[in-house]
């Protein structure tokens, strides 16, 4: 999946969030998920010299990319459990907001559940297991433009989901 697409995922996946989980569980801050949650949508593709943060790292994911592969430690769920407890025990140290955490985890997340989207799928199971997970719409990406279409229609609902209550209102104003 392309850069663009990712942080367009990233914003989607965590409005989704925040709308099924914020009044269960916690209350979270827009000014402090979204940017943390974009920084750290593209760290999972690490393992991958001219990906966004390889090319900066490039010492780091040419050594992943040529002794590991590509979508498999950086995408894998014992990688993001690893990589979860190192961001709560460095806040611990820290004493960050909780929401940045919350973001940081969430925008990693939103990476590896849109790879799992696309037809290479991800190794999520790496390294118990050699099998790729796909999602049923994988085939759908095989198409031209249609990653773009499928990010901005996400995007768009987002927007929808984000506004619900004030689209509500002025529906109702207009009837």
């Known amino acids: 999946m392309r850069c663009k697409n990712h942080f367009i995922f990233c914003v989607f ?17 827009w000014w402090h998920i979204i940017p943390a ?52 025990i460095l806040n611990l140290f820290i004493k960050s907001n909780l929401d940045i955490v919350y973001g940081m985890i969430l925008g990693y997340l939103s990476h590896i559940v849109a790879d799992i989207n696309t037809p290479m799928g991800v190794y999520l199971f790496w390294p118990f297991s050699t099998f ?15 990653e773009s279409f499928f990010c901005f229609f996400l995007f768009f609902l987002s927007l929808l989901m984000y506004n619900f209550n004030k689209i509500k209102i002025l529906i109702k104003n207009f009837l």
Request: glycine share 4%; with cysteine; net charge positive.
């Open 13 to 29: 996946f965590i409005i989704v969030f925040k709308k099924l989980f914020t009044n269960l569980l916690i209350t979270i801050d």
């Open 37 to 88: 949650g974009l920084i750290t949508c593209l760290l999972p593709d690490l393992d991958h010299p001219r990906s966004f943060y390889g090319n900066k790292l490039k010492f780091i994911s040419k050594f992943i990319y040529s002794n590991i592969g590509h979508r498999k430690i950086t995408h894998s769920l014992l990688f993001f459990i690893i990589l979860n407890l190192l961001i709560f």
């Open 132 to 146: 790729k997970v796909r999602s049923p719409l994988f085939f759908l990406f095989k198409k031209k433009n249609f």
